[in-house]
């Protein structure tokens, strides 16, 4: 398995590299997340940021000593003239997860959030403004330079040869999604509409509504209802589409519970979407 992660989340904090979503899954990967908050390190301390804190520094995250400690080991690597790339190689070697993870680009990028009060990195929006201000456009600046990382090539190369379906997990649409699928040739790797790697996406929406986070503000930014319809043409290369048992969606679809407040609940549900992604490919075969 191969999990490529946004990185146009990513910001500097006191110096080092805080890559959110890059952690995110590395920690689930490695057993140690904190399943509370599904972010962060399990059972970290904070010291160093409360005392950086009582020092007048002003840090947009809280960032655990544990977790700051995978920020310096990385960003280290990327003083010593690393890519990203390697230097999440290198922190997953250390940390034993046997799967590929990578990130969508070594190159910076990031989502910028216009409001009536400016435009802003998406982390001051989403935690320094707690998401409040009215949101009228996202970009991501620096993709149109970007380029996929190699990792990335390599896997939709490979599931290209061979078949193998790509998975598009149940993240925001607009800034957590968006920014992967934009980077240069990606979709043209993916073979958008012409069916060369088949593509299931799991919808960020139950009821209408997202679980979490401000995907619905930025979807009705970009000018869409918010709706599993919308999400589908947003993402723009789906073959098939999770959705939760109430959707209205019209298109090729399996209707699952996609609701996951625990690691039961989403072990649960990785396994039907296996099941489902082994069906696909089996048809797939079957048609040729």
């Keep these: 398995m191969t999990v490529v992660a946004n990185t146009a989340d990513d910001l500097w904090i006191s110096g080092n590299l805080v890559s959110p979503d890059l952690d995110s899954v590395v920690y689930t990967l490695a ?8 972010w962060g390190i399990e059972g970290d301390s904070f010291k160093t940021h409360e005392f950086l804190k009582s020092l007048g520094r002003r840090e947009l995250l809280a960032l655990g000593d544990l977790d700051r400690a ?3 080991f990385r960003s280290d690597l990327l003083r010593e ?3 990203l790339s390697e230097a999440t190689q290198s922190l997953c070697m250390a940390l034993k997860v046997e799967e590929r993870v990578v990130p969508m680009t070594d190159d910076p990028v990031s989502t910028l959030i216009s409001t009536p009060e400016g435009e802003m990195d998406l982390q ?4 320094g403004r707690s998401g409040r201000p009215e949101v009228t456009g996202v970009r991501y600046r620096g993709i149109e330079e970007a380029r996929p990382s ?3 090539i390599a896997a939709l190369e490979r599931a290209a040869e061979e078949g193998e379906p790509v998975l598009i997990g149940p993240s925001n649409p607009v800034s957590s999604i968006g920014p992967i699928l934009a980077l240069r040739g990606v979709r043209d790797l993916l073979g958008c509409g012409e069916g060369e790697i088949p593509v299931v996406a799991v919808s960020p929406l139950v009821g209408g509504r997202p679980v979490s986070g401000p995907a619905a503000k930025f979807m009705q930014a970009w ?3 918010v709706t599993d319809h919308a999400v589908a043409e947003i993402l723009g290369c789906v073959d098939l589409m999770v959705v939760s048992p109430g959707s209205d969606y019209l298109g090729s679809s399996v209707r699952l519970n996609t609701v996951m407040k625990d690691e039961a609940e989403s072990l649960r549900l990785a396994k039907e979407i296996v099941d489902i992604l082994d069906g696909e490919v ?3 075969a079957e048609a040729v």
Excluded at 31 to 37: H, L, P, Q, T, V
Excluded at 124 to 127: L, Q, S
């Design 31 to 38: 057993g140690m997340i904190d399943r509370e908050k599904w």
């Design 70 to 72: 995978v920020h310096i």
């Design 81 to 83: 003239g690393l890519s």
């Design 124 to 127: 001051e929006f989403w935690v």
């Design 150 to 152: 190699p990792g990335f």
């Design 223 to 225: 000018g869409y209802p």
């Design 282 to 284: 089996e048809k797939e």
